[in-house]
């Protein structure tokens, strides 16, 4: 897959559910280190004023793989509602993808989908 198909895709996720309403502002940006690599940047802002900041340095060379990735979804004000990533934790945990929620709490989360993260967020938002 080039990366090209896949920013695609993502800019296919970001305007379906833009057209439900729920979402007032968005952004995509691409820096491609070559056809099949390079890093994803993107910024949705929800009708409730929350924000999903997300990076997706990817590898398509052979399958979808994400090096390293942060999909961060906030409150207005800032505050964490949840966040997937895959940075290293002092102290160590067991997963290299997990999940942030705000309390604290940290679990194993596979690396996420765009598609996925909307769904998650309409759910909180409906």
């Known amino acids: 897959m080039l990366l090209t198909?896949?920013?695609?895709?993502l800019a296919k996720v970001i305007d379906e559910y833009s057209r439900t309403?729920?979402?007032t502002d968005?952004?995509?940006i691409a820096d491609y280190r070559t056809e099949k690599t390079g890093i994803v940047k993107g910024s949705v802002t929800f009708a409730d004023n929350s924000n999903l900041v997300f990076t997706e340095y990817l590898d398509l060379r052979y399958k979808i793989e994400k090096?390293?990735?942060?999909?961060?979804?906030?409150?207005?004000?800032?505050?964490?509602?949840?966040r997937y990533d895959n940075a290293r934790h002092k102290p160590e945990i067991d997963a290299s993808g997990h999940k942030h929620l705000p309390d604290g709490k940290v679990s194993a989360a596979e690396p996420p989908l765009l598609k996925d993260i909307f769904t998650e967020i309409m759910d909180l938002l409906l």
Not at 5 to 9: A, L, P, R, T
Not at 67 to 76: G, K, T
């Open 67 to 82: 090096l390293n990735y942060s999909f961060h979804y906030q409150e207005q004000d800032a505050s964490l509602i949840f």
């Open 26 to 28: 968005s952004e995509l």
């Open 5 to 9: 198909e896949y920013i695609s895709g």
């Open 21 to 23: 309403g729920l979402i």
